[in-house]
């Protein structure tokens, strides 16, 4: 069992920056790969960026490339989103995920075997 518990989600203005936190802990816990979604009301939950636990590869929706960046801190059992450039259709709640093995579905919520509860990030215009 893996449990992961977000924070670090807030209001802020729009062009400004937050960095959300994802602990993990867990008897299988390195996983393979760790991720941040998110889902705004009434849209699906999309993906935002993932992370080897080994750091070596990182990969971001289009919508954040450039603004986002994950990153995991192996000692602590933590993976980061810093999160620049914030704009109001970045408001949503934002889930950190884990995937146990590799697979072709590593930006899509089923490639994930499990979620945090969920930060709200709110950016006003």
């Known amino acids: 069992q893996v449990q992961l518990v977000e924070s670090g989600g807030g209001l802020v203005q729009a062009g400004g920056s937050l960095r959300l936190s994802c602990a993990a802990s867990g008897r299988t816990f390195p996983s393979y790969v760790m991720a941040w979604f998110r889902q705004a009301p009434g849209k699906v939950r999309e993906f935002v960026a993932h992370?080897?636990?080994?750091?070596?590869?990182?990969y971001y929706a289009d919508s954040v490339k450039g603004r986002f960046t994950i990153s995991r801190d192996s000692a602590k059992n933590t993976v980061y989103l810093q999160m620049n450039s914030l704009k109001p259709e970045d408001t949503a709640v934002y889930y950190c995920?884990?995937?146990?093995?590799?697979?072709?579905?590593?930006?899509?919520?089923?490639?994930?075997?499990?979620w945090g509860q969920g930060t709200q990030v709110t950016v006003s215009s």
């Open positions: 992370i080897t636990w080994t750091g070596d590869s990182t």
């Open positions: 995920a884990a995937a146990l093995q590799n697979s072709l579905f590593l930006t899509h919520p089923n490639g994930y075997d499990y």
